[in-house]
Structure formats: C-alpha cells, structure tokens
C-alpha cells in the first residue's frame, strides 16, 4: 500500500518568503508527527497531531512555524518569513495509535528545504 | 538536563563481524525505546521496539538490549553485510497523554566488504 507521501521533495526560497510544506500519512493512521533534521543531526520533534488537534506544539522553533491538520488526513507545516536557519529537511510520519500502545511511526521521503 | 547520546564516531567494521551500536540516555523515564534505520536521503525505517521491562529482543540478525538501570540500550548486527551500511537512530518513547517520541543523534555505520 501506498506510504507516507511528501511534498515538495525540495524547495529553494529566498530569505523572507512564506512556504507551506505537505504530508500525506498512511490512510487511517490517527497520529501524525512533524521532525526537523539538519545536516548530520539527529531529528528535532517539531508537533505532533491527533487527529485534527495538536495535543502538543512545544517543538515549533518559533510563532514562525505553524501547523494544520484537517479531515484527519493530510498535514501543512507553515514557515513565515524564512531565515537562513530553517534550512533542513523537514520529515513527518504517522502511526497508528490506540490507547496508549504504542506503534512504530512510518516516514516520508521528507522535504529538503533551502533559503537562500 | 536530559539528553540521548549515540556512539559519537562512526563506526567501521569488517563484513560477517557483529555491530554493537551503544544509546545511552539520562533523566527520561522511557516506556519503550525503538530503534531506527536511516539511508542518506530517506526517512528513518522502524527496526526493533523494546519494552522497559524486556531485557532483549531478537529479529533475524538484529539484537537489542535494554537496561534502565544503565539507562542504555545495545543495538546489535550480526554477520554483518555491506548492505546494512547506514545511519542508526535510537529512540525513546514517554507515555505522556500520547507517546513523544525523543530521537538519538544517530550512530553512521560503515561495513568494509
């Protein structure tokens, strides 16, 4: 079946502009998570949704960074006014979740993103 | 402060020799902890997930431990194949309200045919 799509694979913007990156989870998984990892790092927790709400946005790096999630299906990561330091790759997954078992999360390809 | 260390150099092995990839962490409480394998320019791939009261797991050549009381887990690659030359990950999952998943720096693995 089909996996965790992204999109764009890659995005060149300059300084100062908006971009809006997409997620398509597994269909039926309920969780869904956003990850930033930068060159030669470990994966930074961004949000993490349930459903369409997002129990927890303490990874947002700044109000910069916002996050949607509707039809408890597909997922936008906003950055306003990029800066250099967005720089990275942008990765999500979901996983199925009942109760509190736990799954394991399935990638996407992940977004490489570049501001120039 | 709390914080998840991997194997801070990269690891170079022979192939048909064992891996032994190290996650130590400090001030987490994990329910469970999962392991990781990331190609360059993949998402990470699920491996192995262990429970805080499974000392280890086992699947095909692949081995983990779990000590809480090191608060460390040990990943291991048997008869090792150039083909499992890759980034690592391990990571700790809190039962919070739903499950936060902390990820590891990575261990780079490296098999010399």
């Known amino acids: 079946g089909a996996g965790v799509s992204q999109s764009p694979s890659n995005k060149v913007t300059e300084k100062g502009k908006d971009v809006e990156l997409r997620c398509d989870p597994i269909s039926g998984h309920t969780a869904l998570y956003w990850y930033r990892q930068s060159l030669g790092q470990g994966l930074e927790f961004l949000i993490y949704f349930q459903g369409n709400s997002a129990p927890d946005k303490s990874g947002l790096p700044s109000d910069r960074f916002s996050a949607e999630r509707t039809g408890g299906s597909v997922s936008t990561l906003t950055i306003q006014r990029t800066q250099q330091e967005d720089s990275a790759v942008y990765l999500c997954?979901?996983?199925?979740?009942?109760?509190?078992?736990?799954?394991?999360?399935?990638f996407g390809p992940g977004t490489r993103l570049t501001v120039t | 402060s709390q914080k998840i260390e991997q194997n801070s150099e990269a690891l170079n092995i022979q192939e048909g020799k064992t891996a032994t990839l190290t996650c130590n962490y400090t001030n987490y409480s994990p329910a469970y902890l999962q392991w990781y394998r990331q190609d360059p320019g993949r998402g990470p791939v699920f491996l192995l997930l262990?429970?805080?009261?499974?000392k280890e797991k086992r699947k095909e050549r692949l081995k983990v431990t779990f000590d809480t009381t090191l608060k460390q887990s040990l990943f291991h690659i048997t008869a090792s194949q150039p083909a499992d030359s890759a980034t690592y990950l391990c990571a700790l999952v809190l039962q919070t309200s739903y499950d936060k998943v902390i990820f590891g720096p990575g261990t780079s693995l490296s098999v010399i045919p």
């Open positions: 262990i429970r805080e009261n499974e």
């Open positions: 997954a979901s996983s199925l979740v009942f109760g509190r078992a736990t799954y394991e999360q399935y």
